[in-house]
């Protein structure tokens, strides 16, 4: 951790706790700043509250009282999911003051250099081989952000002897003023999260953060396919790596001949890579690109290309039973990530999905379900996706009310060769706290669908 004394003697309010917000309360309160936590959950019923309280920081618990901005403060420290509509946020916005997510604190305090990592889908699986590709090369990987430890945790330890492999959401990315990624990877942009951002200029623009503040001695390895990334990143200061499945680059990376190659010289032959899927061709090239600009080794990045089989939730294969190929992609949370899931496949797929309504339509998921014989859903948006499955010619709709009469159901309107996909195209938060909770009962129920059909 670099040694200064940027926090010592500033107030700060962390406003929301879970994972990022606590460890924020700690490190900042370690730096000498004084802390005061607001957290909505009640005292009595929040522990996390009480150790920090015993640390002598400050707790306000059970309500967001705008007294607090009365306290001359220096810095807000926001959980991500706490919508810049919350009240306290838009009264210290209004009174100038900086309104930042942790990731922000992470980057100041790290000796060690950054790779970051955003898109609307694929972080997860990028961020993941990144890491993988990097662990035998000279600067040791830590991973962090969405897919692991709190990023100030992370940056507090790290040394100039490392680097952070960090996925970052556009919530994270939006709560940043002086974020400074050695290498940024923007992977795609898609229509997602307007319930928090508004609309979609709003969101690419915090999206867009990511690259900010990057200079000619950083770099931003970027999808050349996508557009409004494209267009990002032609305004962008950073050494550009572009990368492209549509088009041949002479620098940058691209497909030809049937392998990956990067500035000419050939990486990979595509039969040699295990990750299925051909949307993760966009992952593996970013991965690619961000990995070798670190050091990764050329051998590593092929090794872990020719083992790696994908991520937990991420188009994750459970099991075949009855010749019946059972696939996990809980984290496709939004239409495009359905998309890309749906269209790995040549067999005929029985989709199961469903979930939180953000107010859109699945009219985009239409050219997508042509392999679909048969949808279940559930959630809150099952009218919405039935509908459009029947503008799609599916046969058969099967409405669920839990993930293991949705397995079985599935199960029943298959024949021997199909695919069983869970790709929900849709936040979790109706039924489940998170995604990986409904991946995990998806699981389960497929694990348990011998004694189910036997009972």
Sequence with gaps: MKSNDLFKGKKILVLGLAKSGEAAARLLHKLGAAVVVNDAKRYEENQQAKELEKLGIKVVCGHHPLSLLEEDLDLVVKNPGIPYSNPIIKEAIHRGLSVVTEIEIASLISEAEIVAITGSNGKTTTTTLIHEMLKTSEREPLIAGNIGTVACEVAEEATNSQVIVLEVSSFQLLGTEQFKPKVSVFLNLFDAHLDYHGTKDEYSLAKAKITANQSKEDYLVYNMDDPIVREIANKSNATLIPFSVKQRL?????????????????????????????????????????????????????????????????????????????????????????????????????????????????????????NVKALITFGET?????????????????????????????????????????????????????????GERFVEAVKSLETTLQS
């Design 382 to 438: 099952k009218d919405k996706l039935a509908k459009t499955a029947e503008e799609a010619n599916v046969k058969t709709i099967v409405y669920a009310d839990g993930m293991q009469e949705a397995v079985l159901a599935a199960f029943e309107k298959s024949e021997a060769g199909d695919v069983i996909l869970l790709s929900p195209a849709c936040a979790s938060w109706d039924q489940y706290k998170t995604f990986e909770e409904r």
């Design 250 to 370: 002479s620098k940058g990376l691209c497909i030809q001949q049937d392998s990956i190659f990067y500035n000419g010289q050939s990486i990979i032959s595509l039969d040699s890579i295990v990750l299925p899927g051909a949307h993760n061709l966009e992952n593996i090239l970013a991965a690619i690109g961000a990995a070798l600009t670190v050091g990764a080794r050329l051998q590593q990045v092929r090794h872990v290309l020719q083992t790696f089989s994908g991520v937990e939730h991420r188009l994750q294969f459970v099991t075949d039973y009855k010749d019946r190929r059972f696939y996990n992609d809980s984290k496709a949370t939004n239409i495009l990530a359905s998309q890309k899931a749906l269209e790995a496949f040549e067999q005929p797929i029985v989709l199961l999905a469903g979930g939180l309504d953000r107010g859109n339509d699945f009219d985009d998921l239409l050219p997508s379900l042509g």
